[in-house]
């Protein structure tokens, strides 16, 4: 599976600021690392389809996603607080409407990812239930 890598300043400043700000709605994902068992903590926006909250990979295979595949703990922050959930990936012919709903919520934000990455494979999305 593919994986468009984060320069430098997305992965060690903007991301940062985005997390501590909850800039363009950012909020904060915690989950186990699978090789270390410490805490990781990435910016993602989830996106709310037919009642049920999803976590959406725009950048493909990121080590973020296969920590979720082997812990499907996670929590979600943001400014009103944090929630616990277990994370499952859905099969690839039910992510076109949570791709779409996604798409719509982030616009520009995100389109250059799904220009590189058109693929709806190449998208890994889960589903999170409240734990």
């Known amino acids: 599976m593919v994986y468009l890598k984060q320069n ?5 400043v903007l991301n940062r600021i985005a997390m501590a700000t909850g800039l363009a709605g950012a909020e904060t994902l915690t989950v186990t690392r699978r090789s270390t068992g410490e805490p990781q903590q ?3 926006t989830t996106v709310l389809v037919d009642g049920q909250r ?4 725009t950048r493909g295979e990121a080590h973020w996603v296969k920590n979720v595949r082997a812990t ?3 929590s979600v922050a943001n400014r009103t607080g944090t929630a616990h959930f277990t ?3 859905i099969p690839v012919e039910q992510r076109p409407p949570v791709l779409t709903a996604y798409r719509a919520k982030l616009g520009k934000t ?3 990812y799904f220009r590189e990455l058109p693929d709806a494979a190449d ?4 589903v999170l239930t409240p734990a």
Do not use: C, D, N, Q
């Open 8 to 12: 430098w300043f997305t992965a060690k």
């Open 42 to 44: 990435i910016p993602v």
């Open 54 to 57: 999803y976590l959406v990979s």
């Open 72 to 74: 499907a703990r996670v």
């Open 87 to 89: 994370a499952s990936e």
């Open 110 to 112: 995100v389109e250059g």
């Open 123 to 126: 998208h890994p999305v889960f």
